[in-house]
């Protein structure tokens, strides 16, 4: 079992940045890729960006490249989000969550993880 803790979300205003993280519980963190995904009330999730076990490797939904970098502390059983020059259309529920069975691969379909956290609001002001 995984318990996914997200944290650092809030209110700012356009141009601004945020950094988001993820504590996780259990012994085999490193094992895990690990994925943000959001959503707005209404609509399907959202992939954002995905990161491999050791963290060499990282990829991007397009609406956030270039601006968010998502990276981990397996030490600290721990993955962020750093989100830069945020938009309104931004403003979403950010969710944490984790690939037990990757393997290799880097998912972006929300129905391919495991273990989600509850989310962290964010939101952005024009």
């Known amino acids: 079992q995984v318990q996914l803790v997200e944290s650092g979300g809030g209110l700012v205003q356009a141009g601004g940045s945020l950094r988001l993280s993820c504590a996780a519980s259990g012994r085999t963190f490193s094992t895990h890729v690990m994925a943000w995904f959001r959503q707005i009330p209404g609509k399907e999730r959202e992939f954002v960006a995905v990161?491999?076990?050791?963290?060499?490797?990282?990829y991007y939904g397009d609406s956030v490249k270039d601006r968010f970098t998502i990276s981990r502390d397996n030490a600290k059983d721990t993955v962020y989000l750093q989100m830069n020059s945020l938009k309104p259309e931004d403003t979403a529920i950010y969710y944490c969550?984790?690939?037990?069975?990757?393997?290799?691969?880097?998912?972006?379909?929300?129905?391919?993880?495991?273990?989600w956290g509850r989310g962290t609001q964010v939101t952005v002001s024009s």
């Open positions: 990161i491999s076990q050791s963290g060499g490797r990282t």
């Open positions: 969550s984790a690939d037990v069975n990757a393997g290799r691969m880097l998912r972006t379909t929300a129905r391919e993880y495991d273990y």
